[in-house]
């Protein structure tokens, strides 16, 4: 791995938060975007290096809304940076972590992305993402 890539944080209302975030950071999101498939709304900030994603369920079958149910908000996932996310996938179930899907699939800001199971991580929802690089 290499890097922690951002750090996702589940919120209830993200225009709150987005406002809540930006006060904290002294700017505002750089970017808004919705993932359809994960029924999700998603806003990142960056801080210096580093960025943080905020999750916003946009339906009950989210997975943010069930967390948010059983957790409350708060720290939702941390996600690494990989160059390679198939090797990884590979590697890290060689060493008995369990994959939540083991097929890459599109995330926000132009990842692919796959997560691993927080059973396996210490309770810890893992994010490996890809930058999807354009051949254009
Ligand atoms: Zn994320």
């Known amino acids: 791995m290499l890097k922690i890539e951002h750090i996702g944080i589940a919120v209830e209302d993200i225009e709150k938060s987005n406002a ?3 006060d904290l950071f002294g ?3 750089y970017k808004i975007e919705e ?3 994960e029924h999700v709304k998603t806003a990142f900030f960056k801080v210096g290096d580093n960025k943080i994603e905020l999750l916003e369920a946009t ?3 989210s997975p943010i809304a069930k967390f948010i149910k059983k957790k409350g908000e708060g720290i939702h996932h941390i996600a690494f940076e990989v160059d ?3 090797e990884e996938v590979k590697r890290l179930s060689k060493k008995g972590f369990k994959i939540l899907n083991e097929i890459p699939k599109q995330g926000a800001d132009n990842k692919r992305v796959v997560f ?3 059973k396996s991580t210490n309770g810890v929802l893992i994010e490996l993402c890809q930058e999807i690089v354009d051949c254009d």
């Open 35 to 37: 993932v359809e498939s």
């Open 59 to 61: 339906d009950k079958k």
């Open 84 to 86: 390679n996310i198939e």
């Open 116 to 118: 691993l199971h927080p």
């Open 27 to 29: 700017q505002p999101h």
């Open 20 to 22: 809540l975030f930006e």
